[in-house]
């Protein structure tokens, strides 16, 4: 991937407005960083689209699962970074793109996938029909003939504990949770949650809590935040699992590949102190 054919030619990073994890913008970022060009594909023109262009991306709108906006996509592109939110359209998105990576010729197609499918077959899945998705789509993406690279991650620090752990944190003072080639790729450790709200008192300089909370009440929280159902059965799914010790694993294969340790949970919960700390105007 280091011929100047390639490094003439943008580098496709889907969801790259996307909030979940902000996976697809933080590449976009460190990608530019490195004088790669990067197209920058969004749902919608606003703020955020903006905000990508002021960081020197080329910014393109368009549907994943929409084969004329991927063709605009993709066309003219040498590698791909593919990665999308929950959805319940994600197998179409995946098989969409696929093809129209195939028909362009890509030199590298990376597939953000998720830790689970490391697990599963076709007598083994889980009650999620987003882990079903994911591991067709990595069955798909295997037959399809293209260069892939599939990276199987746990869990993102922004997209998990930002995401969902900020406002217990703020408001209460205790983690309200009840959870727990390819490249697997885990944090520096693996511990449960009271050793994390062990974590969270020492770097915030306050004592945080862990409340294990009923799967039930995990779920109704979800759905009063707004979130679809789709991704409500597949969080909560994920919990079971967590409590099953299905994501207790160690990998090395994050150092190997960026030569970078993982960051650590204190270091990201400093990082995002604020995130995690209410303001005198509302408490």
């Not at 008192?201 to 789709?230: C, F, M, N, Q």
Request: with cysteine.
């Amino acid at each position: 991937m280091t011929t100047k054919s390639a490094s003439d030619r943008p580098i496709l990073v889907t969801g790259a407005a996307g909030a979940v994890g902000a996976i697809g913008r933080n590449l976009t970022a460190m990608l530019l960083a490195k004088g790669h060009k990067v197209r920058a594909l969004v749902r919608r023109e606003d703020e955020r689209a903006r905000a990508l262009r002021r960081l020197g991306a080329e910014v393109v709108q368009g549907d994943l699962t929409d084969l004329a906006s991927m063709h605009r996509a993709i066309e003219r592109c040498a590698r791909v970074y593919f990665g999308m939110s929950v959805s319940a359209a994600y197998l179409e998105a995946t098989v969409n793109t696929a093809a129209v990576a195939r028909h362009h010729g890509v030199e590298a197609f990376v597939n953000m996938s998720q830790m689970t499918v490391t697990q599963m077959s076709v007598t083994e899945t889980t009650d999620s029909p987003q882990h079903k998705l994911h591991w067709l789509a990595e069955q798909a993406l295997s037959w399809s003939g293209l260069p892939v690279v599939t990276v199987r991650p746990t869990v993102f620090l922004e997209g998990f504990f930002l995401l969902f752990a900020a406002a217990s944190v703020c408001d209460a003072d205790e983690l309200a949770l009840h959870i727990g080639h390819i490249y697997n790729l885990t944090g520096p450790q693996s511990a449960d949650l009271d050793h994390y709200a062990r974590v969270f008192s020492e770097a915030l300089g306050r004592t945080i809590r862990y409340r294990d909370v009923p799967t039930s009440e995990w779920s109704e929280k979800l759905r009063a935040a707004g979130l679809p159902e789709h991704v409500v059965h597949h969080l909560t799914v994920m919990t079971e699992l967590h409590k099953q010790g299905r994501y207790d694993r160690m990998s090395d294969d994050y150092r190997k590949l960026t030569g970078e340790t993982p960051t650590r949970m204190a270091d990201f919960v400093k990082l995002h102190a604020a995130e995690f700390t209410r303001s005198k105007a509302t408490a």
